[in-house]
């Protein structure tokens, strides 16, 4: 018996070990969210991959510093990714201690996003990366813009123009910094549940100061050459909310305890007035009385 239980333990560990493997090593929960800017409970079920990579570059400009020259004031920020037969869903979360806004005019006159708060993504289809897609957004949805490697850019300061093409991205500011998600397309790559893909990121960081912290796997030996090998894994499955049954069950009525019966005092019986007695009374004495003369007469006579 003692054998049957060390077995069945062995046995449930390693199944839970290979579970976390698959976990750990990147798999896209399939599932539809809606694209608002809100994280639905389905990213939860899937992939998350925290995008401060705390390895950034010298790119040779005294003002732009590498996240792990300067960590403290880095943004940080993690991603969740889902997909369905249509579309890559990437929901982002970042915290940035130093928000910058440059407005919108700055993108309309220069497309250099990594001047700003601003996130990139980058998804490779195919195994030596030549067909890919880039999506970007600055942290305060000024500019929305796409990058495809097999039809060039396209580029938009908000989603009129990408929508038609099946791009979508919606911007929250946060107390901490701002959220996005991002829709992209893939119906053209050909990709499918077990599919692998490459990801890549980088995430920009202008301070207030002028600086520019600049971190994410993209920067680390340029293109995919770093990046995360990710599989299009099965459906995510979300349980339904729990519902609580109202109790029908009719609680037993009150039971109304009667009052208390008023207890009327027994009317007090006043004897009628003996009125008829003292009459007789009269009556027979003046009858005696009338005899009594009658039988002294007789006797007088």
């Given amino acids: 018996m003692k054998k049957a239980i060390t077995a069945l333990f062995i046995f449930s560990l390693a199944a839970f070990m290979i579970l976390s493997v698959s ?12 694209v608002d800017g809100v994280k639905d409970a ?3 079920q ?23 020259g300067d960590a403290a004031n880095a943004a940080n920020a993690d991603a969740w990714i889902l997909y369905d037969d249509t579309n890559m869903y990437v929901f982002v979360s970042v915290t940035d201690p130093d928000m910058v806004d440059v407005g919108a005019q700055f993108f309309a006159d220069n497309i250099n996003g990594w001047q700003s708060d601003s996130c990139e993504l980058w998804f490779a289809f195919s195994d030596d990366s030549s067909t890919w897609i880039k999506f970007s957004t600055d942290g305060y949805g000024h500019a929305i813009w796409a990058t495809v490697s097999d039809t060039g850019t396209s580029t938009d300061m908000g989603n009129s123009d990408l929508v038609p093409l099946g791009y979508k991205a919606v911007v929250v500011k946060t107390a901490a910094g701002y959220d996005a998600e991002y829709q992209l397309p893939i119906t053209s790559y050909g990709v499918k549940q077990g599919s692998q893909l490459s990801f890549t990121y980088q995430l920009n960081n202008l301070r207030s100061d002028g600086s520019e912290v600049v971190s994410g796997l993209q920067l680390q030996g340029g293109g995919f050459d770093s990046a995360l090998v990710l599989t299009l894994g099965a459906p995510v499955i979300i349980a339904p909310p729990e519902t609580t049954v109202p109790d029908t069950t009719a609680a037993p009525a009150a039971t109304d305890v009667p009052a208390a019966a008023e207890t009327t005092a027994a009317p007090q019986v006043t004897p009628a007035a003996q009125t008829g007695d003292p009459i007789m009374l009269i009556i027979l004495t ?11 007469r007789k006797r007088a006579g």
């Fill in 23 to 34: 976990a750990a090593g990147g798999t896209i929960g399939q599932f539809t969210p809606t």
């Fill in 42 to 44: 389905a990213y939860d």
């Fill in 46 to 68: 899937s992939v998350k991959v925290n995008l401060y990579a705390d390895q950034g570059v010298d790119v040779g400009d005294p003002n732009i510093y590498n996240s792990g």
């Fill in 286 to 296: 003046a009858a005696v009385s009338a005899g009594g003369i009658l039988f002294a």
